[in-house]
């Protein structure tokens, strides 16, 4: 086996450093780093050892043609039609970091509240996965439900983390779960399979705006309760 261009991290350092990235450099993930993480990722937990998961990875003149249909959706405000609902609404603490998340990259990225071309060209970017080399669309089968999709929440961290011990960049996008039947036909999914998620990844640009934005995380006082 070829020794990893860096240094894989600790767990810690991983957890810490994992990240949105929005922002990519051309170059290609090697396969053979590809196959390394996605093995990794099949030891994540699933209830009943079920590993509900099915994903799809994209890259090269696929990714292109698929970058191409999404942004076209969204260039012409086509209606979303989700697998999932995706008209959640925040309240309270929840809507005060969504908030704060929104203002701290469109802050990075320059672009006014009132600047609404600039707010849906950054949006728009979400479809053109930020540029990066390869996406992972995760699909979970029929009749799966809400238990199977937390299981594939734990296996999209435990891709990520392993993502970032190999200094690859990584951002699960809701966005890219919005247009599934674009997605499918494009890949030739079975309609069976619906799409949670996508995951764009790859070697982070540090000269994107985008990348310079940061996010407070809540302390363990205002979230965890201890019970003895």
């Known amino acids: 086996m070829s020794l990893p261009e860096r240094p894989i991290m600790t767990i810690d350092e991983a957890i810490r450093l994992r990240r949105s990235v929005r922002g990519f450099l051309p170059r290609e993930v ?8 996605f093995t990794l990722a099949q030891h994540a937990p699933s209830n009943c050892n079920v590993q509900p998961w099915t994903p799809h990875v994209v890259s090269g003149e696929k990714l292109g043609r698929l970058r191409e249909a999404l942004v076209a959706a969204g260039m012409r405000d086509e209606p979303i039609k989700p697998d999932w609902p995706a008209d959640g609404k925040f309240a309270g603490i929840y809507r005060e970091r969504r908030v704060g998340a929104a203002r701290a990259l469109y802050g990075a990225m320059g ?3 009132s600047d609404t071309v600039g707010r849906k060209l950054a949006y728009i970017r979400n479809h053109a996965f930020f540029d990066a080399p390869h996406a992972v669309f995760i699909f979970m089968p029929e009749p799966f439900d809400t238990r199977e999709a937390t299981d594939i929440g734990m296996y999209a961290q435990t891709l990520m983390l392993a993502l970032t011990a190999r200094g690859i960049g990584s951002c699960a996008q ?9 997605v499918r036909e494009q890949l030739g999914v079975a309609a ?6 996508g995951i764009s990844f790859g070697y982070e640009d540090r000269d ?3 990348n310079a934005a940061r996010v407070d995380r809540a302390g363990i006082v205002d979230v965890v309760h201890f019970h003895r």
């Open 111 to 113: 672009v006014a509240r």
């Open 174 to 182: 809701g966005a890219l779960g919005l247009f599934p039947d674009i």
């Open 208 to 210: 994107v705006k985008a």
């Open 192 to 197: 069976s399979h619906k799409l949670l998620f």
């Open 30 to 37: 090697p396969d053979a780093t590809l196959r390394e993480v």
